[in-house]
């Protein structure tokens, strides 16, 4: 069976691997196809595409925005839309500059609790100038405020934390739009990853069917058998397409490998084949 993964994050954003080693790892992982879906940016589909093409991986571009609904954070991933188009680079240019303002904010919460992280210092470990909430927790480790990821989230930027700033600029017609617009299917991202049961994630599904969505991440390595039955029937009853992937992010998630997940995570080429 020929192997993809359709959920993946690269140095452009909070994973360790460069788009070019990323694609160089799957053609070891035997992958026929992959999507690189960095959070906010498509800085690195270039890059990406161009080793692909090298290799003789096929590769789809990718993104993973975040919108909000009822105060609650939900994934979106974009896929197989024209990177080039202008609606869509403005779109992200608006979104990158909203977190811009963002991380001044918790900035500025952090400070409150003596807690002094300069903006030139994050913006330093980025690659590309996007700094997350990823780039906070490492640099409080860093300078001795925090021991470690956990306590950097639960203590400062989670929702529970001091320094928690939402990201709610987007309304989530914004996002779908902007996907659709540039050609793109727009799929939500992990559904058992938002502390839902069964009868709260259809409803979830209803209202995003609402908005346009096009399919669901049905296939994720955290997905047991039974969620992925479950999510496939939920896909078929909403006439929404299905999609999969790892969301590996390299050694700042280690125990989930590109394509293999935990270990037996398995996304059918077929999968790709039916999402066009
Ligand atoms: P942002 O896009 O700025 O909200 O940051 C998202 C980043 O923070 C992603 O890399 C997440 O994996 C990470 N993140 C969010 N919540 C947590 C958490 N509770 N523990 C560890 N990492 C987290
Ligand atoms: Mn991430
Ligand atoms: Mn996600
Ligand atoms: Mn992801």
């Known amino acids: 069976m020929k192997k993809i993964d359709l959920h993946t994050h690269t140095s452009c954003s909070d994973g360790t691997f460069t788009p070019e080693e990323l694609i160089k790892y799957a053609k070891i992982k035997n992958l026929s196809a992959i999507a690189i879906t960095d ?7 270039q890059e990406g595409e161009a080793t692909a093409r090298n290799l003789g991986v ?23 839309f024209d990177r080039h188009c202008e609606k869509f680079k403005n779109f992200l240019e608006k979104m990158q500059d909203e977190r811009k303002q963002r991380n001044i904010k918790i900035i ?7 807690v002094i992280l300069e903006y030139d210092e994050l913006l330093s470990t980025t690659k590309n100038g996007i700094i997350t909430r990823s780039h906070f927790s490492k640099l409080l480790i860093k300078k001795g405020y925090v021991k470690n990821v956990d306590e950097a989230f639960s203590k400062y930027l989670s929702y529970k934390g001091t320094a928690y700033v939402p990201r709610n600029n987007f309304k989530p017609n914004d996002v779908m739009e902007a996907i659709h617009e540039a050609g793109g299917l727009a ?17 979830l599904i209803i209202d995003l069917k609402k908005l346009q969505i096009d399919g669901i991440e049905a296939i994720y390595s955290s997905h047991t ?6 999510l496939r029937g939920l896909a078929k009853k909403h006439n929404l397409k299905i999609s999969g992937g790892s969301d590996f992010h390299g050694a700042n998630k280690p125990s989930i490998d590109l394509g293999s997940g935990f270990g037996n995570l398995q996304i059918s080429k077929q999968i790709l084949d039916d999402l066009r």
Request: glycine share 4%; no cysteine.
């Open 187 to 203: 799929i939500l991202a992990h559904p058992n990853r938002y502390d839902l049961n069964e009868e709260e994630l259809e409803n």
């Open 58 to 80: 096929e590769f789809i571009n990718g993104v993973e925005f975040s919108i909000i609904i009822n105060s609650k954070d939900f994934h979106i991933l974009g896929l197989m």
């Open 108 to 114: 500025e919460l952090l400070r409150k609790d003596n």
């Open 39 to 45: 959070h906010d940016t498509i800085e690195g589909l």
């Open 225 to 230: 058998p039974k969620m992925e039955m479950f």
